[in-house]
């Protein structure tokens, strides 16, 4: 299928938050592609360094937009979505501001898209920017049993996957414009992180599949994650993980199982603390017991570092977290079982 000059065109929507570099290189492996009918437009999230300014000034060939305020990951991002769509974007390609695609990334997805009309949501394969051999993933997969999604780090896996239970990341993601406008934009309550997972659901509900795109790839630097280990994360990965990972499943776990779903959810909760608790971390304790008391309170949004757990809650929270941990996975009551058992 031909998508030369006549291709539909798509909105290439990157969000920055402090981010010149990372932009400037992204812009730059876009512009090298051989893919002709796109736009690319900039989001600048009310970033505090500057850069906003910077990239308005210095970059050419984009669409700037400045919001007056950090409207989050899907904020930004339904901005940059709409500005598309009102310009006559045909897609809109959501991609990390710390990204680098290859020449023909975009026209191999575009492609697919044409030739697959189920498809609502399409990804290349996402490369470390670090180790280009290595496959950061290939999507993730929803395990509803264990209300857990892991990710496809081996693409020979995409073969067995239910694509009902296939769950594509926001870092190169390619939408409809059908899609856009049968299920409507990404929900601003989430902030950040969570919210991909719950439009794939209502991609879903509106009878589009996602796919992966085998012949197209990015590369993605992934700056947090190469941190290294999980507690160097910052504070607000904590808090909205906590928060919307709750509010994700109990949206969509249905009758009793959402029961099931709370003790799983309180034993992650309970472990994290308690790890946190050998580490001397009270800052994360504090981020995570705060994300799951809004979670309750249904206080969506930016993270208001106002609104607290009650005091007398975290302190029994965290007075025996793994006691409480182990009582919910019933390895107390088996442990007092077997003593009198053997008595």
Known sequence: MSIGVNGPKVGIVIIN?????????????IKASDYINYEIIVVDNASPD??????????PGIVFIKSKENLGWGG?????????????????????????????????????????????????LIYYYLDPQKLQHAGSVFNW????????????????????????????????????EAAGYYNEE???????????????????????????KIYHKCHEI????????????YFYQTRNVFWFWASYVKGF????????????????????????RRDIIDACLDGFYCALRN????????????????????SHPFFFMRMLKGEILCSVHDKLRRA
């Open 17 to 29: 938050w402090k981010s010149y570099d990372d932009i400037v290189e992204c812009v730059d492996s």
């Open 50 to 59: 500057g850069s906003g300014e910077q990239i308005e000034k210095t970059v």
């Open 76 to 124: 930004g991002n339904n901005l940059g979505i709409k500005a598309a769509l009102a310009r006559g974007a045909d897609y809109a390609w959501l991609l990390n501001a710390d990204t680098k695609i290859t020449p023909d990334c975009l026209s191999e997805m575009v492609r697919a898209a044409q030739m697959d009309p189920a498809a609502g949501l399409l990804t290349p």
């Open 145 to 180: 049993p264990e209300f857990s999604v892991r990710s496809i780090c081996d693409v020979r896996e995409l073969d067995a996957i239910d694509e009902n239970n296939l769950w594509l990341w926001g870092t190169a993601l390619l939408i409809k414009k059908e899609l856009l």
């Open 190 to 216: 989430y902030f950040v992180y969570c919210e991909d997972m719950e439009y794939a659901m209502r991609a879903r509900q509106n009878g589009y599949t996602p796919k992966v795109v085998l012949s197209a």
């Open 226 to 237: 190469n941190k290294g280990v999980r507690k160097n994360m910052p504070l607000h990965y």
């Open 257 to 280: 199982r959402k029961l099931r779903f709370l003790r799983f959810y309180l034993i992650q909760i309970l472990e994290e603390i308690g790890h946190s608790k050998e580490l001397g």
């Open 299 to 318: 206080k969506g949004g930016v993270w208001d570092s106002t609104f607290h757990m009650p005091k007398i809650l975290k302190g029994l929270a965290t």
